[in-house]
């Protein structure tokens, strides 16, 4: 019998022979951000203090490896952090997807002139390569890079070749897939050119290696390549493309997924993610159904067996044993670049067949981790989310930082509207409840979504131009509501069902002025640890209610990080626990009265009542996510400097 490997590229290269691959049908699909405009809230908040964030970098401070190891003479000194180290010229490539990812969901043209700037330089720098090569690559990486070519391949681990070259084809995937964010995105026609002469250049190096080889190769860190080449075939038609994506099949991970095996303890989580984007891609591109069983198994492993209440994963970056979340609590526990990859693969799965439970996962990272990333003073942004009980958040700097995170960091505020809605022929879809107006080309129609969710429990959709239109609109009535999800058109009751779990289908002829008004109910529930029932996170709709314990960092210490390790010794304060009689964990928090989504412990006696927020409004403060809940005989037997006593 062949290897799995053998048997899927035997089949994509009869498929090859025979024609074009049929790409796979979608049952949804996202609106171009162009169409989606965020209103006033939290997330158009983050979106534009991002934007002055990105504004406030030198293009020229980021081309400064690409121009001096081209020959060229540099314009700015280089930025510090990574971007001095192996992996330079990664921000770069993040920067390009970001600028170009803003400028298509506002259309400032202050980030077109950057994009069109960029491209021009990384341009000439390919021009003095001469081989299609571009990027920020040190000697050491390059040469590495480029010794592939010849068969020299030495992995001295998961993230280095012989030497200590540190990841190249993770860094050019940067690169790559930034320039054809520019030519997509951006508009800009000359960033197809030097993606194509990047992409000729990938096949260049692997194409006469033999499988061996190739296997040893992908044993190091080589992030998207097999998305983005997968990518330049679906957008250009051409099949050497896909084979060469091809190349980037990862064995020794994606098989065990491929026969629905979970062997992710011990892997380095955000290594793999990508792995698997590319293989829903490879799916989409061909119609293969290996790619699409390999995204929904490893989906559903990441999602239901090793993710934390806030939609992250990982310890240290690495995954762990089932059943052991409860020692694994750490100050680096899920790593942000992670999340910002597992919402792409959510993204694909939803296109395929919308269901709540993609979106419930969504709605949860998006809020509770990737939002609660950026720093609201200086917009930077968090490497590590640390879960362990009274620490607090470590942001990087603005420009002596630079590490993966921040690279994903840039880009996630610039899509918080990708997902909101969905559409289909004629149905549009209604994820996420997040203020925003869309453009739905096909039926005519502008629809307007206001809401203080999750403040506030309702949820207004109105049709502020166009029609009428014959469709229906698909509402996500979430799996963790407390009840139906209640509906009105135009003031009167509907009766359409609202079955947690499920989409509410309201279908009728959508004229202006007209309103949806659904309500979402919401009330605290408790999410224990699978293998610690008495250590619970508190959740109120999607939102994830954080403790707040008081200023943090320790004195003299700085929130603010060069390297991403540096607070990670420094103690956390203590935690209260949780003492209860008979009644719910749920009952021991009493919601403000004032309005914000805030809530309190009822009958803290040592030494205060303590508030919970949402997780992604605390920022500077020391917090804890997950509490010890102990009957009053346990408690006996614990010194604790504090008690919660229902």
């Known amino acids: 019998m062949k290897a799995p490997t053998a048997c899927l590229l035997a089949l994509l290269a009869a498929t090859l022979r025979a024609g074009a691959p049929r790409p796979a049908p979608e049952a949804a699909a996202p609106f171009p951000l162009a169409d989606v405009r965020l209103l006033d809230g939290p997330f158009r908040t983050a979106m534009l203090r991002n934007a002055d964030y990105l504004l406030s970098l030198e293009p020229d401070r980021l081309l400064h490896?690409?121009?001096?190891?081209?020959?060229?003479?540099?314009?700015?000194?280089?930025?510090?952090?990574?971007?001095?180290?192996?992996?330079?010229?990664?921000?770069?490539?993040?920067?390009?997807?970001?600028?170009?990812?803003?400028?298509?969901?506002?259309?400032?043209p202050r980030f077109k002139s950057r994009i069109d700037y960029i491209v021009g330089e990384l341009a000439l720098c390919q021009d003095a390569y001469g081989d299609g090569y571009v990027g920020g690559l040190p000697p050491l990486e390059l040469a590495t890079l480029r010794g592939f070519k010849r068969g020299v391949i030495e992995p001295a681990g998961p993230h280095n070749f012989k030497g200590g070259a540190w990841v190249p084809w993770y860094t050019e995937h940067k690169v790559l897939n930034g320039l054809k964010d520019a030519w997509i995105l951006g508009g800009n026609q000359q960033a197809r050119a030097v993606a194509l002469r990047l992409a000729d250049f990938a096949d260049a190096v692997t194409r006469e290696l033999e499988p061996g080889q190739l296997q040893a190769m992908l044993s190091v860190e080589h992030g998207g390549m097999l998305d983005v080449l997968a990518q330049l075939y679906q957008l250009t038609g051409e099949p050497r493309y896909l084979q060469v994506s091809r190349r980037f099949y990862h064995e020794a991970v994606l098989n065990p997924l491929l026969a629905g095996r979970d062997e992710l303890p011990g892997k380095h989580a955000n290594t793999q993610i990508p792995k698997v984007i590319g293989e829903a891609r490879t799916y989409e591109a061909t119609g293969e159904p290996a790619g699409r069983a390999i995204a929904e198994f490893f989906w559903a492993q990441v999602v239901r067996h090793h993710s934390y209440a806030i939609g992250g994963d990982s310890d240290f970056?690495?995954?762990?044993?089932?059943?052991?979340?409860?020692?694994?609590?750490?100050?680096?526990?899920?790593?942000?670049?992670?999340?910002?990859?597992?919402?792409?693969?959510?993204?694909?799965?939803?296109?395929?067949?919308?269901?709540?439970?993609?979106?419930?996962?969504?709605?949860?990272?998006?809020?509770?981790?990737?939002?609660?990333?950026?720093?609201?003073?200086?917009?930077?942004?968090?490497?590590?989310?640390?879960?362990?009980?009274?620490?607090?958040?470590?942001?990087?700097?603005?420009?002596?930082?630079?590490?993966?995170?921040?690279?994903?960091?840039?880009?996630?505020?610039?899509?918080?509207?990708?997902?909101?809605?969905?559409?289909?022929?004629?149905?549009?879809?209604?994820?996420?409840?997040?203020?925003?107006?869309?453009?739905?080309?096909?039926?005519?129609?502008?629809?307007?979504?206001?809401?203080?969710?999750?403040?506030?429990?309702?949820?207004?959709?109105?049709?502020?131009?166009?029609?009428?239109?014959?469709?229906?609109?698909?509402?996500?009535?979430?799996?963790?509501?407390?009840?139906p999800v209640s509906f009105e058109v135009n003031g009167a009751p509907l009766s359409a069902p609202g079955v947690p779990g499920t989409y509410a289908a309201i279908t009728r002829d959508w004229r202006p002025g007209d309103v949806l008004s659904f309500r979402v109910p919401m009330a605290v529930r408790t999410e224990a640890l699978a293998d610690d029932a008495r250590k619970v996170a508190f959740l109120f709709g999607p939102a994830v209610l954080a403790g707040d314990l008081g200023p943090g960092p320790a004195p003299g210490v700085s929130p603010y990080a060069h390297d991403q390790r540096d607070n990670l010794e420094f103690p956390p304060v203590p935690v209260p626990v949780l003492i209860l009689g008979d009644g719910p964990a749920e009952s021991a928090l009493v919601r403000s009265p004032d309005g914000p989504l805030a809530f309190t412990t009822a009958g803290l006696d040592h030494p205060r009542d303590v508030v919970l927020r949402p997780f992604w409004e605390i920022s500077h403060d020391r917090y804890t996510v997950y509490w010890d809940v102990m009957t009053a005989e346990q408690w006996r037997y614990r010194d604790a400097p504090a008690v919660i006593r229902q």
């Open 65 to 108: 490896n690409f121009r001096e190891f081209a020959g060229l003479p540099p314009r700015a000194p280089r930025y510090g952090g990574w971007e001095g180290a192996g992996v330079a010229g990664h921000t770069l490539g993040h920067y390009l997807t970001a600028i170009s990812q803003q400028y298509a969901a506002t259309g400032d």
């Open 317 to 483: 970056e690495f995954f762990f044993d089932e059943g052991l979340t409860s020692h694994h609590l750490s100050p680096g526990t899920a790593e942000t670049c992670n999340t910002y990859n597992m919402l792409k693969l959510t993204e694909h799965l939803m296109a395929w067949e919308p269901r709540v439970e993609l979106a419930d996962y969504y709605e949860r990272a998006l809020y509770n981790d990737i939002l609660a990333s950026q720093d609201p003073d200086t917009g930077t942004f968090t490497y590590f989310m640390s879960l362990e009980p009274g620490l607090f958040k470590t942001f990087s700097t603005p420009t002596e930082s630079f590490w993966c995170c921040v690279g994903t960091g840039m880009e996630n505020p610039t899509k918080y509207n990708a997902a909101i809605f969905l559409r289909s022929a004629d149905s549009i879809y209604v994820n996420l409840f997040i203020p925003s107006e869309v453009t739905w080309r096909e039926k005519g129609l502008v629809l307007r979504l206001e809401s203080a969710y999750p403040r506030e429990d309702t949820v207004r959709l109105a049709v502020s131009s166009g029609g009428p239109a014959w469709a229906t609109v698909r509402v996500r009535c979430p799996g963790w509501a407390a009840g």
